[in-house]
Each structure stands twice: as structure tokens, then as C-alpha cells.
């Protein structure tokens, strides 16, 4: 962790779902091919591949109300939430909290707990035990204060459709407002390592675009518990039907997927931040305007240049439309685009050799040394697809600790896996759940 420092939506029984099935199932097909072959070795590289069978199970309807619908993908131990809401901001949020009231209001006091944990350990690199213990107790207030401080820097510019989408939620599901709102601010006071790859032309099969979001943060932290993607449908003009891939509570987009669109960050340091640094949109909230209102590659640039930007990270944008993707470095002052030919922060040619097609970074500082990647991206060019980035790309690497994330562009599938709660068992290790996003984002409510 590093600091710096309306309506009433009331809740109807569920029924049995409908219209899933085999279509559902057959939208969702694994075609790898599982063996018993030796893993091979590549130079940087420490991990194996992951060859778990996929976790390809029907969406059970298990609740629903005027605005939105819950359901839950599981198979044995695993299980994920999908909620769809649809309507303006506080009608979403309403329902939402309704709909995820229990998983929620837990996640929300694990956060708190985890976040005052972490204080504890931060101050017991530089202090001895006995004087940590009489701050054990300020530490919630420390959190708090800490978190407050980031909202005064940033209120100004976060847009009201995210306030009234948290008020929703804290009335839907009874909890606090305050705790709720600076809970979602959690994401501008970390840094994550993660990598990013979009793949696409002639680097993949038939030419398709792919893209990889593995998420390196703490795969102990307890929001794993309650993994979750919410499929918003907003009445707003101008808006897309998106999904943000998380976990229940937290609106702001790390991991987000449209018919039109994907994002995903990483970390990216150049200089020490300054305090000047963090006036501005939270960056999880940009994402989410991306998500909601980007259309194609250009329109979406668009939207994060005209932004008041906050921190520093880098950027992964895959587009439907385009069949392409980009990398992007992201500050409050500059913004920066990388196609396939010209990726100069990425790497050196001989760690991070130039593939047609292909855009990546590593889980390491940029430029990286590490050649794992390169290696991995070279052997498979020309064959790449979601099976190859999950089970190849995110195994062998290592990356992806809390989540990996593979995205099928032209058929509107995402293979996404969690770090195992309680245990911490890395996500790129884990059977992922493949979703097909088309039935989530045309379902009628």
C-alpha cells in the first residue's frame, strides 16, 4: 500500500431464468486443447501455464427489482455476481444496493478493517511495537482522515452522476453514504503493478482483437470475497451499455468492457507526485466516463484528454470498432498514445521486441528489463487468442494476482478470474468464469 503521505425500488421474489441455456452455453465454448506436455521455459519467466478447465456454467437469476436484476455464476466453491441496472444514476445505484445489500455492507467493513491493518503494518517498518500500539486505535480515523483529504482535492471535479449513484447505493443497501464515498476514493491512494496487452491483425487468430488485463495488487485484500461485475444500462443521452468488472460496492472503472470499448491502468511513476497532482477527476471515475460514453478510439482519447487528470498511470484501450488497441500514459499534464510501432515507454528491443499487432506492458517498472512478455508475445504471434493470453501469457508471466481479465472483442466474451478469498490463490492461477457479456447487455428490464 502506498499512501501519500427517488423512486422506491422495492425487491420482488426471483424467478427461474429463461432463454439462457444452451445458447448460452454455446456462445461460451472452450476449444483448448488440455494436455500433459512439460511447460516450456522462456527466458524471464517463472510460471506455468494454467490448463484448469474454464468455468462455463449457466447465470442463475436470484433476485430482482424494478431497476435491476442479480444474478450468480457458480460452479463448486467459485461463484460471481453480475447485477444489471438500468435507468439514471440513483435509480441504478438504488437498486444495486438493494439488490447487492449483504455483499456490500460486508465488503465495505472488511475494507475498513483491511485499510486500518495496513496502517498498522506501514507504521511498523519504522516504529517498534510498543509505540505502535497506542495508535492502533486512531488508525480508522488515520484511514479516514487520509481519505477525506482526497476527497477535498477532488470534489470539484467528480461528476454528480457519481454522487447520486453512491447516494442510491447507501440508501438501497443501508449503509453509510460517507463511508461509502470515500471507500470508492480508495483507488487514487494505491499503486498496482499489473500488465496490459491488446493483441489484434496479424498477431492473432483470424485477425480478431483480443485484450489482456491482469490486475497485480494484494491478493489477500477481503474485497476478493464478493467478486462482482455491474452491467450498467443508463437512460442518460448519449450513453453505452458497459459493464465495470470488480467487486460489490465500488463503482469506479479498473477493469471495464462495453459492445464498443475496453479499458484497463497500471501503475506508472516518472516523479515523485506532488500535492498540485491530485486536484482533479479520481482516474476510476474517467474510466468510467470512457466507459460510458466512448464510442471508438478517437472519441474515447477524447474524454481523457479534455479531463482534469490526477495520477499517473498507464492505460490500456481496446476498441470493437476500430479492431485495435492502444497504450496510454496518463498524468495531470500530458497524455500520450502508443500504437504497435512506437511504444518507446514500453521497453528496450531486446526485452521488449516490436510485434505488428501487438501493444503490451509488463508487470514491472517501464521500461522494463524483464523479457518474459516479449518472449511469450514473440512465440505466439500469429496464433494469439483469450485462451492463449489467459492460460499462456497470464500464467507463465505471473501477472494478474487479484484478477486477469481476457476479452473477446468480436464475439463479446470476457474470461475473468479472482485471487481466492481467504486464501489468497492468485487469480492466473484459478479457473476463470467465462461471461458472455452479449446476453448481460441486451437483457430487458
Given amino acids: 500500500l502506498f499512501f501519500f503521505f427517488q423512486a422506491e425500488d422495492g425487491i420482488r421474489d426471483a424467478q427461474e431464468s429463461r432463454g439462457l441455456g444452451d445458447v448460452y452455453k454455446r456462445q461460451?465454448?472452450?476449444?483448448?486443447?488440455?494436455?500433459?506436455?512439460?511447460?516450456?521455459?522462456?527466458?524471464?519467466?517463472?510460471?506455468?501455464?494454467?490448463?484448469g478447465a474454464f468455468i462455463n456454467a449457466e447465470p442463475k437469476l436470484v433476485g430482482q427489482s424494478v431497476s435491476g436484476r442479480k444474478f450468480v455464476i457458480e460452479e463448486g466453491n467459485d461463484k460471481l455476481h453480475v447485477v444489471v441496472v438500468k435507468g439514471r444514476p440513483y435509480e441504478m445505484g438504488f437498486a444495486y444496493g438493494r439488490l447487492m445489500q449483504h455483499e456490500i455492507k460486508e465488503n465495505i467493513h472488511n475494507f475498513w478493517g483491511y485499510l486500518e491493518n495496513q496502517i498498522y503494518d506501514a507504521l511498523g517498518k519504522y516504529l517498534p511495537r510498543f509505540l505502535i500500539w497506542p495508535l492502533v486505535?486512531?488508525?480508522?480515523i488515520t484511514a479516514?482522515?487520509?481519505?477525506?483529504l482526497d476527497h477535498r482535492f477532488t470534489q470539484k471535479w467528480t461528476p454528480p452522476r457519481i454522487t447520486e449513484e453512491l447516494k442510491g447505493i447507501?440508501?438501497?443497501?443501508?449503509?453509510?453514504?460517507?463511508?461509502?464515498?470515500?471507500?470508492?476514493?480508495?483507488?487514487?491512494?494505491?499503486?498496482?503493478?499489473?500488465?496490459?496487452?491488446?493483441?489484434?491483425g496479424p498477431a492473432t487468430k483470424n485477425g480478431d482483437l483480443f485484450q489482456l488485463r491482469a490486475l497485480d495488487w494484494d491478493r489477500k485484500a477481503p474485497i476478493s470475497k464478493f467478486p462482482t461485475i455491474v452491467v450498467y444500462q443508463p437512460r442518460e443521452q448519449g450513453s453505452n451499455t458497459y459493464a465495470n468488472i470488480g467487486y460489490a460496492g465500488l463503482i469506479g472503472v479498473l477493469t471495464g468492457f462495453s459492445p464498443n470499448l475496453a479499458i484497463s491502468e497500471k501503475v506508472w511513476k516518472t516523479h515523485q507526485l506532488q500535492i498540485k497532482d491530485r486536484f482533479g477527476e479520481p482516474w476510476a471515475y474517467v474510466l468510467k466516463r470512457v466507459m460510458q460514453f466512448g464510442k471508438d478510439l478517437d472519441s474515447a482519447i477524447d474524454i481523457l484528454k479534455n479531463s482534469k487528470r490526477t495520477c499517473e498511470i498507464f492505460l490500456g484501450l481496446g476498441s470493437a470498432k476500430n479492431n485495435q488497441f492502444r497504450a496510454i500514459t496518463y498524468n495531470q499534464t500530458n497524455l500520450e498514445v502508443f500504437d504497435d510501432k512506437n511504444c518507446t515507454v514500453c521497453g528496450s528491443d531486446e526485452t521488449h521486441p516490436q510485434i505488428d499487432g501487438v501493444v503490451y506492458l509488463d508487470k514491472f517498472w517501464q521500461p522494463s528489463k524483464n523479457q518474459c512478455l516479449g518472449k511469450l508475445l514473440s512465440e505466439n504471434n500469429g496464433k494469439i487468442d483469450a485462451e492463449v493470453l489467459f492460460r499462456e501469457v497470464a500464467g507463465y508471466h505471473q501477472t494478474g494476482d487479484s484478477q486477469v481479465a481476457v476479452f473477446d472483442f468480436k464475439r463479446s466474451i470476457v474470461y475473468v478470474s479472482y485471487s481466492e478469498f481467504g486464501t489468497g490463490e492468485p487469480a492466473y492461477n484459478r479457473r476463470p468464469f467465462i461471461v458472455d457479456m452479449n446476453y448481460f447487455f441486451n437483457l430487458e428490464i
Fill in 137 to 140: 486505535k486512531t488508525a480508522r
Fill in 28 to 51: 461460451t465454448q472452450s476449444t483448448w486443447a488440455i494436455c500433459d506436455e512439460p511447460p516450456k521455459e522462456y527466458e524471464g519467466c517463472h510460471g506455468k501455464p494454467n490448463l
Fill in 144 to 148: 479516514h482522515a487520509l481519505l477525506e
Fill in 170 to 200: 447507501a440508501h438501497g443497501a443501508h449503509i453509510s453514504y460517507r463511508e461509502l464515498m470515500l471507500t470508492n476514493l480508495f483507488p487514487e491512494i494505491i499503486k498496482a503493478a499489473c500488465s496490459i496487452v491488446g493483441a489484434w
